[in-house]
């Protein structure tokens, strides 16, 4: 193909991924993880860094990116600096397209394949709901060096993969997944694969141009993987390094130790629960794409004797890391897209290939039900996140809370948010008083029940079915239960420590409302806060059922 014609499709492919994810400029925040990333880039941006200043649970490279983006473009509101944010992660799914085309062009030897693959990643990173798919998160950033970490693998540039191998662990510990993936794809292509024989047409257009890697165990098996593992060695040590010079290497270790905690799940998530919820939630992604998905399984079954087996252990590895922690939320699954993508691609040039041999009719009804299988997704996910930033809104009581801040605090004096509402800083814009940028490290909210809103101790617990159907639903209850063996190590003195240093000049409860099921941790059932509060504030407003405490004046 004329290299001109490859960059004209190149451009239409990216101008369609860019098209599709315009709904996410059309909101502030698409998804409840975009307000902790925004609120940390702030911190950020005024000085503070991760683990020291603030708390987190991921890796900190969406925080930075985050603050750069904040620092650079030229804004003086959140709301038009989290559209630009918006346009970086469209740049960022640019920028996966068309590694994805260069990994699929290496492994396909042909770059109609790679073409087709970074088309299915434009059009079916989309094609579900808007919050999961079309949010500036943290899965969209991973991919990116995950892809480019299996282009340089290809390549045989084994250190240079093994940096962006590090680089996607630092922006999401899952990234990590595709260390053991390449592992395998090493000793499989040294030991069990038989070499194509001069001369012998082979079995499909997917065995063309393989041959056996004959240099030995240690030069085509562990030199690779070494020099793999000292390339993510290099940039893992390069952070520890930074934390270290910062001071804050104490408190990334004690954070990243509360991390298992989270890691392992809440209470509940027995087998049979986690079984279904796998294949309930792997069916809605997989009929919200189906093409992707049905392409890319027809080609799992051939690539055992190709090199594309790696994007099979991609796949398989990756929903290992979708079911850790037995959550299972939708965005977790975009890490399986870029090998979804290069293998469906794949399929999908077996597929125009065999078109041109066909009869017209049947080459035809063929032909349609692959665009039908395409456009039908694609249309009603897009019309849909089109039409839902319109909808009105029932439960963004906060925003009234962020009017009052505004109106009656100065841009210098922080406040503390009690609950799980982040958005009221960063929209407010007003730095939180304590590291503590959720109560949830107060109380254990999570990782104690991350969604599954039941006491795991009570005599009669729901059955399968019921715990399914509460993934899908916020109980209006207030359900409570003991969380506090989940709470970070030594948070209550540490937020005493920061309330000393810098007090909040207001302090909002967000439990009467409910609001994020914070109804079950009432302020006054937590000794040392309500103490602090009697003390030094009064009781000010109550605004949608969120209290408001003005400390007292000296």
Known sequence: MPRKRIFFYLACIILVGILLRTPSLLVNFANIDENEYALAGQIINQGGGPYKDFLIYQPPAIYYLYALVFKLVPATELVTEMWWVHIVFLLIVAATCLAIYLVGKEVYKEPTRGLFAALFYAIFSTTFLPQDMLAANIELLMVLPMT?????????????????????ILTKYQGGILLPALALYLFWKNKNVTPAKAGVQPLTVLDSGFRRNDKGLFKGTL????SLLLGAAWVGAGWVYYLYHNGALPDAIRCFLYIMDYAKGPPGTDIPYITLKFLLRTAMLAGAGFGLWYFAFRAMRQSLRHPSFLFTLWVLFGFAAVIAGGRMYFHYYIIL???????????????????????????????????????????????????????PKHKDYWIYVVDYIQDRTGPADSIFVWGYCPQIYTVADRRPATRFTTADYLTGRSPKTAGLEYDPRTANPPSVWKKLRRDFITPQEVIDYD????????????LMEDFQKNPPELIVDTSPSNYRMYGRYPMHEFPDLQEYVKKNYVFEASIRGMDIYRRKSK
């Open 483 to 494: 969380t506090s063996e989940n709470i970070f190590p030594g948070a209550w003195n540490l």
């Open 148 to 168: 480019l970490c299996a282009l340089f693998f290809l390549k045989e540039q084994f250190f240079i993969a093994g940096l962006f191998l590090g680089l996607s």
């Open 223 to 226: 030199l690779p993987f070494f």
């Open 337 to 391: 897209y870029p090998a979804l993508s290069l293998l469906a691609g794949d399929w999908a040039g077996h597929f125009f290939e065999r078109l041109k041999g066909m009869p017209f009719e049947k080459g035809a009804w063929r032909l349609t039900l692959f665009v039908v299988m395409i456009f039908i997704p694609v249309t009603g996910f897009t019309a849909y996140a089109t039409y839902k930033p319109f909808r």
